[in-house]
């Protein structure tokens, strides 16, 4: 519960004029996503800049360091009946806000209830420079100066280190329920879009090994009618399921083959692939395991106006986030230049050339 | 500024009418004449040339002209903004996109729009009507506002505590950067690899690129909306019945709050059945299911009563419930009627500072010797103070700007910002050195550098340069001080 903002300042600094490069960690439960970092870089620890600075459950606002714990987080706000509706995965012991944000990872709900990037109301970071810098705030409306919180979003910490972030908290659903039924792979993409345009309280989607399971939350009225409206089973130990869901511990995230994560038109249909499949956010993510070449899956993914990336495993010395065009790659290195021009931050970490 | 190497209208002007049709190549003072302002009148500028393009590559091309020869570019889309971000520059170009305006498709199923960026914001809801489906940001101007302004400007409207602001409502953009390059920033999908360009672009005031496309998500229609209004006798306890339902676990679809003298004004002007006599005055709309809204409405009326409402009542039918927005939606032109002038502001307040920052307001009426009247985004805490006065009568819109200046000052004081929705534009750039220190506003400088080295997107607007908010800061401490902005342009 310490605030070490003063440290974190200085060790930057200190950096700087040492020629160091850092890489910025805060509970290291993600260490395994970006590429593998081929300079040496020294470990700038933000794990300790840890607690809440600032909530009141009326305004639906938390202002938090950025080291601190979500399970910490999540517990301060089911006390008050709130809780944060992206539902960011816990993909270790130690995820923090912090690394969350960087890597914008978000849960079954994002398709309904935004992802951590929708959430974000303001951060503050020190720079390549070493300044501690605040930007956007602890209100829902804020358009004052360009947004350097939502841009922090999947930057991988190649801007600055985050050392605290304000968000909107939701009051969690009064009740949840979850209806499964068989479903053939064909028909699943169709079937969960249809579902989705139906002004009706769904917030999740998901097919797995020939079932589809489909989430209502919200009050208890509306989602009992909904469920008694929609074919499909009321599943028993729901909250389980989206669990391990979203903290990739169902048996189809198991093993070492390499996980790729598409991003892509929610109703496209994609080509046969060797490797196996899992659907969510109602056709919006598809995660696949299996050997596969990038410039292939990259050329599905564009057929089907997305991206891909290599999550988990494989070579991750090479790039493992898709290709940009050469523009934006320029745009890119320029922004990451106006916050860090001594390229002291995660070099290399989101693309080889960033 | 005045390092541009120079070049005058009539050769720009022949240059782009050799790809342009010489009839949307606009140069004589009287047509460019409505180009002078936007919704902000109260800040004309003449500018140098008026261009309305009809192809992505034509406006390729403009920006590539530009470029070559540093002459500014002010990108406008229906004029309708309140912070004068469309304002000309005086030796620039004002890129029209007001030939972009077809929707380009709807996929109902994947719950898509994709548009041109001159498509008004409402022609998104009424095409998409017929799938069920509508696009859920609503600014008041939404009759006459461009989806392309709302990007730059991350418009909101009533709805944005449930439904988000456009930010979280856009896919995809399509941009043209200040060398003519098209990028694409977003995907189809809901989330991209590396830093997020989208967010970024969206309400960057045309400072960062001209946008030319833009693919907006589509909701569901909700089967029910009802609308409950409440009054009270002060704005404290209508301030705790917000908190009062929000503690409960109810996000209202929108939540707006109006002061008395609001009320008094948008009844006369709407006979919406406003209970004249109130201090405060609650809408409270609940959207969803039809057995959702019965349960959130049953307690939200419950809830009011017990929370010290002096009038509660609910709309029955659709009727109702339109003729109660009427008065809300009809607020500015209503307070427009018992007062020569009024002037905006847009400040943002954490909800629980909003008895305070209205009583102080009160204050600073006395002071300023101006009367104000408040309608409120209670639900988001954006504030709308509409201060009265008469441009007429010789420094009373200077005397108006001193106070909306404190509003401004008192509403970051309180942990708030200085605009929600409006934007910066030229109106608030002084204020922006209350919000930001020297060195934030000197990364913003540089980022906007990232994108437009040469300053040749919407220059002059957004964020103030260092010197003038050192300027700015120090005519602060003298009261009724001058405005070293305007000085700066004219002189």
Known sequence: ?354 | MTDRPHVGAADLAARFREFIDPEFVISDAETMKPYECDGMSMYCEMPMLVVLPETVAQVQRVMRICHQHQVPVVARGAGTGLSAGAMPHADGVVLSLAKFNRILDIDPLARTARLQPGVRNLAISEAAAEFGLYYGPDPSSQIACTIGGNVAENSGGVHCLKYGLTVHNLLRVEMITVEGERVVLGSEGLDVCGMDLLALATGSEGLLGVVTEVTVKLLPTPERAQVVMAGFDSVQKAGDAVGGIIAHGIIPGGLEMMDGHAIVAADDFAQAGYPRDAKALLLCEVDGTAEEVQEHIEQAEALFRELGATSVCTSKNEAERALLWKGRKSAFPAVGRISPDYYCMDGTIPRRQLAHVLTEMEAMSEQFGLRVANVFHAGDGNLHPLILFDANVPGEFERTEAFGTAILRLCVEVGGCITGEHGVGVEKIRQMAYQFSDAELAQFHDLKAAFDPQGILNPGKGVPSLRFCQEYRALDDKPHSSHPAKEARHG
Request: glycine share 12%; with cysteine; charged share 20%.
């Open chain 1, 1 to 354: 519960m310490a605030d070490i903002a003063q440290q974190l300042q200085d060790r930057v600094l200190a950096a700087r004029d040492q020629g160091q490069k850092l890489n910025i960690v805060g509970g290291g439960s993600k260490s395994f996503l970006g590429r593998q970092m081929a300079v040496a870089t020294t470990n700038l620890h933000v794990g300790e800049h840890r607690g809440i600075v600032e909530y009141h459950p009326v305004e639906l606002v938390l202002t938090v360091r950025a080291g601190t714990p979500l399970t910490e987080i999540e517990a301060t706000l089911a006390e008050q009946g709130q809780g944060l509706h992206f539902e960011p995965p816990r993909l270790g012991a130690s995820d923090t806000i912090g690394g969350t944000l960087a890597c914008n990872l978000s849960g079954p709900a994002r398709p309904w209830s935004g992802s951590v990037r929708d959430q974000v109301l303001g951060v503050r970071l020190i720079n390549g420079k070493g300044e501690h810098l605040k930007f956007g705030g602890q209100v829902m409306k804020n358009v004052a100066g360009f947004d350097v919180s939502r841009l922090q979003a999947g930057a991988m910490g190649t801007l600055g280190v985050l050392t605290e972030i304000s968000l909107k908290v939701m009051p969690q659903p009064a009740a949840t329920l979850t209806l499964v039924q068989d479903m053939a792979p064909d028909q699943v993409v169709a079937y969960m879009n249809a579902r989705a345009a139906e002004p009706k309280p769904l917030s999740g989607a998901c097919w797995r090994d020939g079932k589809v399971y489909l989430r209502l939350s919200g009050a208890r009225s509306a989602v009992e009618a909904t469920a008694e409206k929609w074919t499909g089973t009321v599943m028993d130990g729901d909250d389980g399921f989206w669990r391990q869901l979203r903290d990739q511990q169902l048996g189809f995230f198991a093993g070492d083959d390499p996980l790729w994560r598409f991003s892509v038109r929610s109703t496209a249909t994609l080509p046969p692939l060797e490797g196996d499949w899992l659907i969510d956010w109602a056709g919006a993510q598809r995660w696949y395991r299996g050997a596969a070449d990038t410039p292939q899956l990259e050329q599905i993914a564009r057929d089907a106006g997305g991206q891909v990336s290599l999550f988990r495993g494989g070579d991750r010395r090479g790039e493992v986030m898709h290709h940009q065009p050469d523009a934006l790659a320029a745009l890119q290195k320029r922004l990451k230049h106006s916050f860090d021009p001594d390229g002291l931050f995660n070099p290399g970490r989101l693309y080889s050339w960033l």
